[in-house]
């Protein structure tokens, strides 16, 4: 599957963002899909994952009550709406897709996911 992610671009801290993620398979609804960054200098990070259906949602700590991934798989599209955004939330933003349905901790280890977009840079000012 090819995973190609939009939406990103410069804010100032407090703002908005939505991020978006278009697959290319009909098949979308087959993978469980996340959400990871990455930022100058550090670790791939784990931001959000949504079960096949959309019914179970996870989140890294860093980011819980101010991002919301959700998906429409009629439009083969998972998003990532980003809100109160501070300037550590800067990072290039990849969504992910894994064919089998992670367990426990494996949403949050990149390597479960086989397929990653291109990546979109987020840059939140201060």
């Known amino acids: 599957v090819q995973l190609v992610e939009s939406g990103g671009g410069l804010v100032q801290a407090g703002g908005s963002l939505r991020l978006s993620c278009a697959a290319s398979?009909?098949?979308?609804?087959?993978?469980?899909m996340g959400w990871f960054r990455q930022a100058p200098g550090k670790e791939r990070e784990f931001v959000a994952g949504?079960?096949?259906?959309?019914?179970?949602?996870y989140y890294g700590d860093s980011v819980k009550g101010r991002l919301t991934i959700s998906r429409d798989n009629a439009a083969n599209t998972v998003y990532l709406q980003m809100n109160s955004l501070k300037p550590e939330d800067t990072a290039v933003y990849y969504c992910?897709?894994?064919?089998?349905?992670?367990?426990?901790?494996?949403?949050?280890?990149?390597?479960?996911?086989?397929?990653w977009g291109q990546g979109t840079q987020v840059t939140v000012s201060s």
């Open positions: 992910a897709a894994s064919v089998s349905t992670p367990s426990g901790g494996s949403w949050y280890w990149s390597p479960t996911y086989e397929y």
């Open positions: 949504i079960s096949r259906s959309g019914s179970n949602t």
């Open positions: 398979e009909r098949t979308f609804s087959s993978y469980a």
